[in-house]
């Protein structure tokens, strides 16, 4: 439960760190979602009167993204991999940890069975802030997937090959600003910046 202690597990990580190793310190978000060959149908605007048709399939192919988004300064992060488990989420955490190596990266994530695997190798340069059971509103990564999802509706792709083309090309598209605005949340933000950026 050190999400519920924030302001002091910041003070602590601020206070701790080894500042011939890391010059900087961001919070992320970080979570999965999948993505599927089955069409979903949802609203679109049509003219009065005229009902919408939308070619639907019925397929089970699937792919995952795995993103870690930063409300501080809109960096990210996107893997695209078919599945979840606790050594996909390894290679995840060692491959970001690539990205910007002399930044500190704390990333809150969700109580996922394989997010809590005793044996994970963290590295140095990330910690994992865990967000309380049954509480996703607390973790801004989902509102990303609502964004792509929107998106993502009364789409057809043909094989899984397409629909990874598209969703590199959505991921792509998806600026810093852009990203940014949309897990940007005042609660860690105003702690963040107390703490971390003060």
């Not at 397929?59 to 990210?76: E, H, M, Q, R, V």
């Amino acid at each position: 439960m050190s999400f519920l202690k924030l302001p002091n597990t910041l003070t602590d990580l601020r206070n701790s760190l080894n500042k011939d190793k890391f010059d900087t310190i961001n919070l992320y978000f970080q979570d999965e979602a999948r993505f599927g060959l089955k069409t979903i149908v949802g609203y679109c605007l049509s003219a009065i009167g005229v009902r919408p048709k939308v070619n639907y399939q019925h397929k089970f192919a699937n792919t995952y993204l795995w993103g870690s988004y930063s409300p501080i300064n809109g960096d990210c992060f996107v893997w695209e991999i078919n599945g979840v488990d606790s050594h996909i989420f390894e290679m995840y955490l060692k491959e970001f940890s690539k990205q910007n190596p002399r930044e500190f990266k704390i990333v809150v994530i969700d109580n996922a069975g394989f997010h809590a695997s005793q044996n994970l190798e963290i590295p140095e340069n990330i910690y994992l802030l865990r967000i309380p059971p049954y509480s996703p509103e607390l973790n801004p990564c989902e509102q990303i997937w609502q964004y792509i999802k929107q998106r993502f509706k009364n789409k057809q792709f043909e094989n899984i090959e397409l629909l990874k083309k598209w969703l590199y090309q959505m991921v792509y598209d998806m600026d810093a600003n852009l990203s940014k605005s949309i897990v940007s949340n005042h609660h860690y933000n105003d702690i963040f910046n107390k703490i971390i950026l003060k």
